[in-house]
């Protein structure tokens, strides 16, 4: 059965510093990845996803990510991290074709002015 | 924008009782699901729901739970006789169609807890 490894669990920035969230799948076929973030106190929203074609992927608030398949990897980044970027971080994915999400365990991201 | 609302947003049940959960998805979705996270656990897929019946189910789904789509708007999840381990945050989601690329929304979840 397919699994989605999310390497950090608590990650503490200050404004402007870089992100980069880890991200690895474990599934050998066709996979659609996922970033979902959690704002606190908000449900879960889409931040980016890949399907298919350029492996960068550009997303929502200057977030991107990049579907590396030879590391099974799909890791978040962004430039310059925000104090309003403080939440949490899922990546997800699909397999061969199905509906159902395979969610990794979560990244808190917290960022200090 | 067009949100997936769950509701209650926070259920405290007895061990036994039984509970139902309800959705009301994005009005133009047609697919719907259910998962469900145990505190300081992953996000676990239960059940997807597409035309009327269950398309997958996890192992996690089993007699006790049950979904249905009462009228045309609310998607409820029952758990008919709660056990401990059933408390945690359920969340409903719903997309426009069963592609595979197809975007899943989320509800802001209800909070079970299972005393």
């Known amino acids: 059965a397919q699994s989605v490894s999310q390497h950090n669990h608590h990650v503490i920035l200050s404004e402007a510093a870089s992100l980069e969230l880890g991200c690895n799948y474990s599934y050998g076929g066709t996979v659609n990845l996922f970033w979902y973030v959690q704002y606190p106190g908000q449900h879960l929203q889409l931040l980016l996803k890949y399907f298919s074609g350029d492996p960068l992927v550009k997303g929502i608030k200057g977030f991107e990510a990049e579907f590396i398949k030879s590391k099974f990897s799909f890791n978040l980044r962004k430039p310059s991290v925000q104090w309003s970027d403080t939440a949490e971080y899922f990546c997800a994915v699909k397999v061969g074709g199905g509906n159902k999400l395979t969610f990794g365990t979560g990244t808190q991201l917290k960022v200090e002015l | 924008e067009p949100e997936v609302t769950q509701t209650p947003s926070h259920q405290v049940t007895q061990m036994g009782q039984e509970v139902i959960l309800r959705c009301v998805p994005i009005s133009n979705h047609l697919y719907f699901y259910w998962y469900r996270q145990i505190l300081g656990q992953k996000v676990e897929f239960l059940v997807s729901?597409?035309?009327?019946?269950?398309?997958?189910k996890s192992e996690i789904f089993d007699d006790q739970f049950s979904v249905e789509r009462p009228d045309g708007s609310n998607f409820t999840l029952k758990i008919r006789s709660t056990k401990l381990e059933d408390s945690a945050m359920y969340f409903c989601a719903s997309s426009v169609s069963p592609a595979y690329q197809e975007t899943q929304y989320f509800g802001p979840g209800t909070r079970l807890l299972v005393l």
């Open positions: 729901f597409y035309n009327n019946e269950i398309s997958e």
